[in-house]
Structure formats: C-alpha cells, structure tokens
C-alpha cells in the first residue's frame, strides 16, 4: 500500500529527482584502534555516547537512522550502571576536534541521587529520570589516544562557550559608527581547536578545576570507595563530583524544572553574561538565599558543599572511613564560596597558551589575506587600483581584444543576418516545392533554383544548396534537409562557410535541419510550411567558419582570425488545445541549445586542438537544457531569452483562471483482454487510458499501464502504451487505483498543455463523483463536463545551464584563464550555480586551478525549499587558491574558503535575508545566516550581516572587521 501511494504521488510530478540518503552506525568496530573512556556526570546512566567529528562549518556531523530520526553520527556506546563509557574508533580521527555528546537516544536514561536526604520524593541512591532532549558535550581541540573525556554539565557549559559569538561588541576606544550597541548579542558560532580549547580553559578557571574535561569525578556518595589515585587527583575528583552533584537540586529550587530544563535555562545564563556568572545575590531573607542564588556561582559553591557536607556526616555516622581527600575537598569549596562578592559578576580571562601561539598567529594573518583579498574582488581586473584579483595589463589586453572582435562582428552582422535568413527562406521555399503544390514564388526571396530530380534548392551561383533527404517507402514522421558541405554564403570580409565536422556528441554529421511532424510523411504528402508547420525542429550546424579582421589595439595591427561556431538547437512547438483558442498560432520553445565558439589566431590551427603555447585561443562552449518546453506557450513564434521563467497572463485571451469542461472519465472493462482500465480526456488532447490488471507471471502482482488510445470509452482502439508499466507487488483492483489517485490529488490535478495545472472539480460534472472521503466513478459511463481551476502555471525554466571559456592570451609570458559556469534552475527563485575562475594557472588539481603563479576561485550557490521546516535555504561556497603572495614575507601560495548558509521564511515584510532576490524574496523577520571562513585548512571565524548592509567577519579569539557592503 505505502509503494503504491508512493507512486501515486510520484504521478504528479513532471519532473522526479532522485536522491539516496546513506548512514552508517558505528559501533565498537574490530577494525578501531584507538580508545576512549570517561564518565558521564556522576553517574548518569544509559547515555548513548557519541564520539563526533566536526563539518567543514565546524559543527557536529549528524546522520539519518533506519526510523529516520536525525543522531549525530560517528563512533558510540552507552554509559553502564554507574555512569562510565569506554569506546574505540579509527586512528584516523586521532588529532581532530572532536565534540564528545550524551543523548537518551539509546532508551530511559537516569542518574542517581546524591544526596543522603533524599531528592524531592527519590531516596538516597534512587535512580531520577533524565528527559529524552538530553544533549550534553565535552570538547577537545585534539583527540589522542587514550584519552579522558568527561562529559558532565560544566563541559557542556564549555562547549556552548565554544560555540558561541557575541555579534555586537565594539572593543574599547575601538568603536566603529555602524557597529556601536552597548550591549553584546550571543550568536551561535561554530566549534574550532581553538576555541574548544580556550573555552576549557575559561570554564576550568571558573571553577577552581585543572582540566574541566579529563578531571573524572568522584560523586559524595561514593567517597569511601577505595581508590589508587594519588591524593591532590582523588580531591579535585571528590571537589568535582560535589559540583556536579549541586545541580539536581538547584533544578529543584528552580521551581522543580528539570535536569535537562535547568541546565539550558543555566547556560542560557552563562551565555548572556559573556562566559560569566553573578558571583552572589543580594538577599534580604536569609531564608531566600538558596532560591536567590540558583543561578550564580554562590549557589553552586554552596549547594556542592552542603551535599559533600552531608555525605561525609552520613558516612562517619555508620562508622565508614572518610579519605582526608573529601575534607580537603570541602574546605576548598568553602573557602571559594565564603571569597564570592554580592553583586559583583566573575571576571575570568584565560592567556593565550604556548600551544595555541600558532593559532593566533593564524589568525592575525587570516585578517590581513581577508582584507587584501576583499579589496583584491572589489577591483576584480586592477583597473581601479591596480591591485586586483588579475594583472590589470592582462584585462586591459583582454578587454580590448575582445572589443575588437565586437567591432569586427558588428561590421559583418548585417551580412551575416541575412545569409542566415536565406537558409530559414530555402527551406521554406524546397517544402513548398516538395508539397503537392508548386514552388510558392513569395518564398523565393533570393533568386533561389529548384531542382525536382536532386529535390534541391540552390542559391544564385550555387554558392550553397539545400538537399531533401530521402524518406522511407513507409514514411517517417521526420524530413531531414542537408545543407552542402562545400557550399558557402559570401559576407563581408569573406564567406561563411559550412563544412562537415563531428557534433557535440562527437559524430560525424552533415549539417542539416530535421522537421518532426505528428503524423507519418511520405514523398508525396510533404506539407509546405504554411499548410502544417512541424511539432519540432532539429537544427545540426558542427562547424561554421567565417573570417573577423581585426583592426584594433589589443594585438597587432589589422590581426586576421578564423572563428567557428558550432550550434546545435532542439525547437519544441506548442499549440494551445483551448477550443476558443484554436485560432492561435504554434509557437516555439528551445529545449536543448549547444553553442561552441572559437576565436583563434593561426589559420588552419583548427580548434580541435588544445590550447596552444603560441599565438592566441579564445574557446566558448555553452549547453543549455530547459524545462516545460513542450508545455509553456511563450510571447513570440520563435524563442527569446525574455521568455525564461515569465508566466503567461490570466486572462480569458491567454491563460483562463477557470475552464468550464476541463475533464472527462469513462471506467470500464476492455472486451478483448478484460483488463479494466480508466479513460480520461482534457479538452482535446489525447484520450489517456489506465490499465490496472494481474500479474500472468507473478502471483499478488498488479500491474498498472498507462496508454494512448484513439477514442474515448468502449471500443477504443489502443494506439501506444509506456515501454515499461509499473509492477505492485500486492494485488488491487482499479476501485482501488482511483482511490488511491483521489487521496493524493492525482485524480483532481490535470495539466493543460500551454497553461499550466488546474484543479478539477469532481462534484460539479454530469455526475458527482464524491462521497465523502472516497470518490465514487460508475462504470459505463461517460461523465463530462467537470471544471477546473487554476493552480500553478507552466514557466519555461532552466534545467541545465553549463558555460566554459578557455583562453590563451600572447605575450612575454603566456597566460591560460579559464571560466567555467554551470546553473540549474527549474524554478524562478529556487536554482543551484557554480563558478570555477582559473588565471595563469600552470596545470588542474581536483577542481583546483594551480600553479606558481595561479589565482583561481570556485564559487556556488545554492537556493532550495525546505518542505519539512516551510523555509527558504541558501547554502554557498568560497574556495581561493593565490600562489606568489608576499602578505606575510616570503611568497607563499596560500588557501581560503568560506561556507555560508542561511534559512529564512520568505514574507512580506521589508527585512532582508541571505544574498539573492532580497527585494522580492523577504524574510518574515526570522533570517538566520552566517557564513564560516577556513584559512590555512583552519577554521578561523564567521561572517554576518549585523547591519543592513554591513557584512563582521568575527574571529575565534573575538575580534572583528567590518567587510562593508
């Protein structure tokens, strides 16, 4: 049932894009070898323990599972019964950042209660449940193996510092007129080693801890458990365990929030304040004071002291030995409470360590590339500055020399205009004379001869001929007209010339136009143009050479060049099948277009050959595929650009909001197969018959045809049906089918040709075919006149888009540059597009162009639709390779990239969000955006939009600059 529903949907799209989701669950792998151990908590256990590696974005990696729950993905195990997880992973992640995390992905998660008192109404040792969102980290800015790794809710406060920015901070004496708030604005950033590390380091200093991550507590209820650590390791252990105890019941102070809603409403706290808490509140009642103090460091301090307190009472009342490491412990825990000020907010600052030098240093050269290299884009060619992306001389001899080959190509255009309208002319012409008529002497618009034996049309000398290609004995609904090889057009400056050369497929053809007609052609049934204009046209021109004489500036004087042109079209016609419409003409759209160009110097070089080390070269390949070419009915009779993606206009006269007798249906049984099947019919398009009978080889089998036959209802012949039917494994019937097509839309939603789809109603035909949640059709029985509503209309949009421009300029030094474009964009808002540059580059690298003195860049872009969430998505990339940069000294080829994404719900309101269409395609005020920089393969900082127009890259050690507009 739920694959036949599934294709049932799938019969309402036109188009079907496919995508498979791999996932991969690793678990302790015999293959691993490398460990990892810890404790979650002081004893939270059932924790599903995820070792993760981070995303170029520097956030965690996730995963869809068999039930198609998203989980962070990589090496996991789940903590035992008193809160500890060992696991083992692949070598290969060894020196990563890593984020450990806990969820209760793996079932009920608990941890125990600490306290000898009792927690609310769970005894001493009880076990309390931890809510299903539990989400807790511990980070490391480099995994070893081996290593300690603790995960308890002083490393998640860490991790949330590590992964957070604060957007509208102005430094002191540093403030800036566009970014000048008083106050600092927390952003989720991104995870790096560096700011892992400093955040450990922040937290550690907090907290009075050594290492907030590899310091594994020891919980007040487990004090007296013998031990083999040295005493100043089994006290921090002990001092750690009580902090961590303190947090179950400060929850409860909180109004009885839970384990995992204190935490958050904690953090939150921790966040806001920059990485700092109120050291302790001011309190009239002292009976207050817990309650007052739930989220400052007092309460902490103080709640962790009276657990410990209480534990080592507990013990010593039943006569157990106390370590003097848990008296240690709590002295240092009061002195730190006891030194708290009321009122004052901490003030931790953490120094750069030693092993993070290099990563400041990293970063101050991040600034100074990132400024140069905007400056370097905003002055692209050099020819504002001189300092540009490119050599400024190299874009003036660039712009110059193809300037000169628009003044040559303005000075034949003319020429060339009319040559190509006396190819359109003869074919006109040789059909009207291949018809049963006469040759239509309006047609001969340039003197042409035709030859009935050699079915040829000439032009006056001969100088080209148009040929008729035999057809079949049995016809064949394609004509095909050649165009002679040898022949030639004289224009300006020389001849235009169509040789025999291979096509983009790389065959050899003749050049040569192909007509495709509905019905089948014979020699003695070719229509003439005017009579019955072909369903589509194929147009075959592999090479087409014509001279340009260059007389500008950017080479030398009076430069001769050879350009060919390939160009390859598929014209699709539409009619509009309307009946009130049926005076309107057919009119074409392009469905494929190849265009290939080449400019070169050397005559007789051939642009087959690769790009050569002498003389110049200029290449441009251009293929473009369109969608709902046979569908959209466009403004004028021949394609124009100005088409793409423009609805045509609601109207009575163009396309109807509402059609009167949009559909009708006919079920019955065929006589000779006895298969039933379902007849339905748009205006007057072709009657669409669907077949729903069993399997003959496979038992429960159904196989569901879709056919074409030449009537509507009993006695239909069957003119084609679909090369391969679907095959359901589980029987139906058609009952069944028509059900099924009704509860996914697919009976109601019918697609007129030239319009768009429309929605029919089923209620308001011959008869009503709705009763309730089922559609209900008669069998034998025509049921017409249902009407239809507009729902979406057909747009001629781009499926494929794919350019690429190679060229060779002369010089001292030869200097290749390529550019390589390519655009899907089947819908107007939504598309994805990639730019590849490359400039005096020496060879190609995985997508790289390098080289000594190479500077290349790839970027795209890319807009979606996020169904599940209603949200716009913009994702884009930045990748820049500059060899020879002497930023830092010596010159150094150096790297940069840049991930960006942004989701917002497209609105009406005047906020702008992400980078395309921000006039028209508004957020609703909910824009979330921010773009992550990598220098040097490391991830060093954010970029976002903190004013309107106003673009802060903000580093991993807090600073900021201001990009601009």
Same mark, same amino acid.
């Given at each position: 049932?739920?694959?036949?529903?599934?294709?049932?949907?799938?019969?309402?799209?036109?188009?079907?894009?496919?995508?498979?989701?791999?996932?991969?669950?690793?678990?302790?792998?015999?293959?691993?070898?490398?460990?990892?151990?810890?404790?979650?908590?002081?004893?939270?256990?059932?924790?599903?323990?995820?070792?993760?590696?981070?995303?170029?974005?520097?956030?965690?990696?996730?995963?869809?599972?068999?039930?198609?729950?998203?989980?962070?993905?990589?090496?996991?195990?789940?903590?035992?019964?008193?809160?500890?997880?060992?696991?083992?992973?692949?070598?290969?992640?060894?020196?990563?950042?890593?984020?450990?995390?806990?969820?209760?992905?793996?079932?009920?998660?608990?941890?125990?209660?600490?306290?000898?008192?009792?927690?609310?109404?769970?005894?001493?040792?009880?076990?309390?449940?931890?809510?299903?969102?539990?989400?807790?980290?511990?980070?490391?800015?480099?995994?070893?193996?081996?290593?300690?790794?603790?995960?308890?809710?002083?490393?998640?406060?860490?991790?949330?510092?590590?992964?957070? +920015? &604060?957007?509208? %901070?102005?430094?002191?004496? =540093?403030?800036?007129?566009?970014?000048?708030?008083?106050?600092?604005?927390?952003?989720?950033?991104?995870?790096?080693?560096?700011?892992?590390?400093?955040?450990?380091?922040?937290?550690?200093?907090?907290?009075?801890?050594?290492?907030?991550?590899?310091?594994?507590?020891?919980?007040?209820?487990?004090?007296?458990? +013998?031990?083999?650590?040295?005493?100043?390791?089994?006290?921090?252990?002990?001092?750690?365990?009580?902090?961590?105890?303190?947090?179950?019941?400060?929850?409860?102070?909180?109004?009885?929030?839970?384990?995992?809603?204190?935490?958050?409403?904690?953090?939150?706290?921790?966040?806001?304040?920059?990485?700092?808490?109120?050291?302790?509140?001011?309190?009239?009642?002292?009976?207050?004071?817990?309650?007052?103090?739930?989220?400052?460091? &007092?309460?902490?301090?103080?709640?962790?002291?009276?657990?410990?307190?209480?534990?080592?009472?507990?013990?010593?009342?039943?006569?157990?030995?106390?370590?003097?490491?848990?008296?240690?412990?709590?002295?240092?825990?009061?002195?730190?409470?006891?030194?708290?000020?009321?009122?004052?907010?901490?003030?931790?600052?953490?120094?750069?360590?030693?092993?993070?030098?290099?990563?400041?240093?990293?970063? *101050?050269?991040?600034?100074?590339?990132?400024? =140069?290299?905007?400056?370097?884009?905003?002055?692209?060619?050099?020819?504002?500055?001189?300092?540009?992306?490119?050599?400024?001389?190299?874009?003036?001899?660039?712009?110059?020399?193809?300037?000169?080959?628009?003044?040559?190509?303005?000075?034949?255009?003319?020429?060339?205009?009319?040559?190509?309208?006396?190819?359109?002319?003869?074919?006109?012409?040789?059909?009207?004379?291949?018809?049963?008529?006469?040759?239509?002497?309006?047609?001969?618009?340039?003197?042409?001869?035709?030859?009935?034996?050699?079915?040829?049309?000439?032009?006056?000398?001969?100088?080209?001929?148009?040929?008729?290609?035999?057809?079949?004995?049995?016809?064949?609904?394609?004509?095909?007209?050649?165009?002679?090889?040898?022949?030639?057009?004289?224009?300006?400056?020389?001849?235009?010339?169509?040789?025999?050369?291979?096509?983009?497929?790389?065959?050899?053809?003749?050049?040569?136009?192909?007509?495709?007609?509905?019905?089948?052609?014979?020699?003695?049934?070719?229509?003439?143009?005017? =009579?019955?204009?072909?369903?589509?046209?194929?147009?075959?021109?592999?090479?087409?050479?014509?001279?340009?004489?260059?007389?500008?500036?950017?080479?030398?004087?009076?430069?001769?060049?050879?350009?060919?042109?390939?160009?390859?079209?598929?014209?699709?016609?539409?009619?509009?099948?309307?009946?009130?419409?049926?005076?309107?003409?057919?009119?074409?759209? %392009?469905?494929?277009?190849?265009?290939?160009?080449?400019?070169?110097?050397?005559?007789?070089?051939?642009?087959?050959?690769?790009?050569?080390?002498?003389?110049?070269?200029?290449?441009?390949?251009?293929?473009?595929?369109?969608?709902?070419?046979?569908?959209?009915?466009?403004?004028?009779?021949?394609?124009?650009?100005?088409?793409?993606?423009?609805?045509?206009?609601?109207? +009575?006269?163009?396309?109807?909001?509402?059609?009167?007798?949009?559909?009708?249906?006919?079920?019955?049984?065929?006589? =000779?197969?006895?298969?039933?099947?379902?007849?339905?019919?748009?205006?007057?398009?072709?009657?669409?018959?669907?077949?729903?009978?069993?399997?003959?080889?496979?038992? *429960?089998?159904?196989?569901?045809?879709?056919?074409?036959?030449?009537?509507?209802?009993?006695?239909?012949?069957?003119?084609?049906?679909?090369?391969?039917?679907?095959?359901?494994?589980?029987?139906?019937?058609?009952?069944?089918?028509?059900?099924?097509? &009704?509860? %996914?839309?697919?009976?109601?939603?019918?697609?007129?040709?030239?319009?768009?789809? &429309?929605?029919?109603?089923?209620?308001?035909?011959?008869?009503?075919?709705?009763?309730?949640?089922?559609?209900?059709?008669?069998?034998?029985?025509?049921?017409?006149?249902?009407?239809?509503?507009?729902?979406?209309?057909?747009?001629?949009?781009?499926?494929?888009?794919?350019?690429?421009?190679?060229?060779?300029?002369?010089?001292?030094?030869?200097?290749?540059?390529?550019?390589?474009?390519?655009?899907?964009?089947?819908?107007? *808002?939504?598309?994805?597009?990639?730019?590849?540059?490359?400039?005096?580059?020496?060879?190609?690298?995985?997508?790289?162009?390098?080289?000594?003195?190479?500077?290349?860049?790839?970027?795209?872009?890319?807009?979606?639709?996020?169904?599940?969430?209603?949200?716009?998505?913009?994702?884009?990339?930045?990748?820049?390779?500059?060899?020879?940069?002497?930023?830092?000294?010596?010159?150094?080829?150096?790297?940069?990239?840049?991930?960006?994404?942004?989701?917002?719900?497209?609105?009406?309101?005047?906020?702008?969000?992400?980078?395309?269409?921000?006039?028209?395609?508004?957020?609703?005020?909910?824009?979330?955006?921010?773009?992550?920089?990598?220098?040097?393969?490391?991830?060093?900082?954010?970029?976002?939009?903190?004013?309107?127009?106003?673009?802060?890259?903000?580093?991993?050690?807090?600073?900021?600059?201001?990009?601009?507009?």
């Amino acid at each position: 049932m739920i694959i036949r529903k599934l294709a049932v949907s799938l019969a309402l799209a036109s188009l079907v894009a496919c995508s498979s989701n791999s996932s991969s669950f690793r678990e302790d792998d015999s293959q691993a070898d490398s460990g990892l151990s810890g404790r979650v908590d002081n004893s939270v256990r059932g924790a599903r323990v995820t070792l993760v590696e981070l995303t170029t974005a520097g956030q965690p990696t996730r995963e869809v599972d068999d039930s198609d729950n998203v989980i962070y993905s990589g090496y996991f195990t789940t903590t035992d019964t008193v809160g500890v997880y060992d696991l083992t992973y692949e070598e290969s992640s060894n020196s990563k950042a890593v984020l450990v995390i806990a969820t209760a992905d793996s079932g009920a998660v608990t941890y125990q209660c600490e306290r000898p008192s009792g927690c609310g109404s769970v005894a001493y040792l009880g076990n309390i449940s931890i809510d299903d969102s539990l989400d807790m980290r511990a980070g490391v800015g480099e995994l070893a193996d081996n290593m300690t790794i603790n995960v308890n809710w002083i490393t998640e406060l860490a991790s949330t510092l590590a992964t957070t +920015a &604060y957007i509208d %901070a102005s430094p002191v004496g =540093d403030a800036d007129p566009e970014v000048d708030e008083e106050t600092d604005t927390a952003k989720r950033a991104f995870y790096s080693e560096y700011s892992i590390e400093l955040a450990n380091k922040h937290v550690s200093t907090l907290f009075g801890l050594t290492d907030v991550v590899s310091v594994t507590p020891v919980g007040p209820s487990a004090i007296t458990a +013998a031990t083999d650590k040295p005493s100043s390791v089994h006290q921090e252990s002990i001092y750690m365990g009580a902090l961590l105890s303190a947090l179950p019941v400060l929850a409860d102070l909180n109004g009885g929030s839970s384990y995992v809603s204190y935490l958050t409403a904690l953090t939150d706290e921790f966040i806001s304040d920059g990485g700092q808490l109120l050291q302790r509140a001011a309190v009239a009642d002292p009976a207050n004071e817990n309650v007052a103090n739930v989220f400052t460091l &007092y309460g902490i301090y103080n709640q962790a002291y009276q657990n410990l307190n209480e534990s080592i009472n507990y013990f010593e009342e039943r006569n157990a030995t106390v370590p003097v490491t848990a008296r240690r412990a709590l002295t240092s825990l009061k002195t730190r409470r006891d030194a708290l000020v009321i009122g004052q907010m901490t003030d931790v600052e953490v120094d750069v360590s030693e092993e993070l030098a290099d990563w400041k240093t990293n970063i *101050d050269q991040a600034k100074v590339f990132v400024q =140069d290299l905007t400056a370097r884009f905003k002055d692209f060619t050099g020819q504002e500055t001189g300092n540009g992306f490119i050599d400024a001389d190299y874009s003036d001899r660039m712009e110059a020399y193809f300037e000169d080959h628009n003044a040559a190509y303005d000075g034949i255009a003319p020429s060339l205009n009319s040559a190509l309208k006396a190819v359109v002319d003869m074919t006109q012409y040789l059909l009207s004379c291949e018809s049963p008529g006469n040759c239509d002497a309006a047609l001969n618009t340039g003197g042409f001869s035709y030859n009935s034996t050699a079915h040829r049309v000439s032009t006056s000398g001969g100088s080209l001929t148009l040929t008729l290609q035999d057809i079949p004995d049995e016809g064949s609904k394609t004509i095909q007209i050649n165009l002679n090889n040898d022949g030639a057009l004289s224009i300006s400056g020389g001849s235009l010339t169509w040789k025999t050369a291979t096509n983009s497929v790389d065959v050899e053809t003749i050049p040569n136009i192909v007509l495709q007609y509905d019905d089948v052609i014979t020699d003695s049934t070719i229509p003439a143009w005017a =009579d019955q204009e072909p369903s589509a046209l194929y147009v075959v021109w592999p090479s087409v050479s014509l001279p340009l004489q260059l007389s500008g500036t950017s080479l030398d004087a009076a430069a001769k060049n050879s350009v060919e042109v390939l160009f390859e079209t598929t014209l699709v016609g539409v009619r509009d099948p309307i009946p009130a419409h049926s005076a309107y003409e057919q009119r074409f759209n %392009a469905f494929t277009v190849v265009l290939w160009v080449c400019s070169l110097s050397a005559t007789g070089a051939g642009c087959e050959t690769e790009l050569s080390e002498s003389g110049r070269k200029n290449v441009i390949l251009s293929e473009l595929i369109t969608v709902n070419a046979g569908e959209f009915y466009p403004d004028t009779k021949w394609p124009e650009f100005s088409n793409v993606f423009q609805p045509r206009e609601i109207s +009575a006269a163009e396309t109807p909001q509402n059609i009167s007798n949009l559909v009708k249906y006919y079920r019955g049984v065929e006589s =000779d197969t006895g298969y039933a099947y379902l007849d339905s019919q748009i205006l007057n398009e072709p009657v669409r018959r669907m077949r729903v009978y069993p399997s003959p080889t496979i038992d *429960d089998a159904t196989i569901v045809e879709d056919c074409i036959v030449d009537s509507f209802g009993a006695g239909a012949e069957i003119e084609s049906c679909e090369s391969s039917p679907i095959i359901f494994a589980e029987a139906f019937d058609l009952e069944q089918w028509i059900q099924d097509l &009704y509860d %996914a839309d697919a009976l109601q939603i019918q697609f007129v040709t030239a319009h768009g789809s &429309y929605v029919a109603d089923l209620t308001a035909g011959s008869q009503n075919l709705v009763s309730g949640d089922d559609v209900v059709i008669p069998s034998d029985t025509e049921l017409t006149g249902y009407p239809g509503e507009l729902l979406n209309q057909y747009r001629l949009t781009i499926g494929t888009l794919d350019v690429r421009m190679d060229s060779v300029m002369p010089g001292d030094d030869q200097v290749f540059t390529t550019v390589i474009g390519n655009l899907i964009r089947k819908t107007k *808002d939504y598309f994805d597009a990639e730019i590849r540059f490359g400039y005096n580059y020496d060879y190609e690298l995985s997508g790289i162009y390098a080289g000594a003195d190479a500077q290349s860049f790839t970027a795209s872009y890319t807009i979606e639709y996020d169904e599940a969430n209603d949200f716009n998505v913009e994702l884009g990339s930045l990748t820049v390779f500059r060899s020879g940069v002497t930023l830092f000294g010596a010159e150094e080829p150096i790297g940069f990239s840049a991930s960006s994404e942004a989701n917002y719900t497209p609105g009406t309101t005047d906020t702008g969000c992400g980078l395309y269409n921000r006039d028209k395609l508004v957020s609703e005020g909910d824009c979330n955006a921010v773009a992550y920089i990598t220098f040097r393969g490391a991830l060093l900082g954010s970029i976002r939009e903190e004013r309107p127009g106003v673009y802060v890259v903000r580093y991993v050690d807090g600073t900021w600059t201001i990009l601009g507009s």
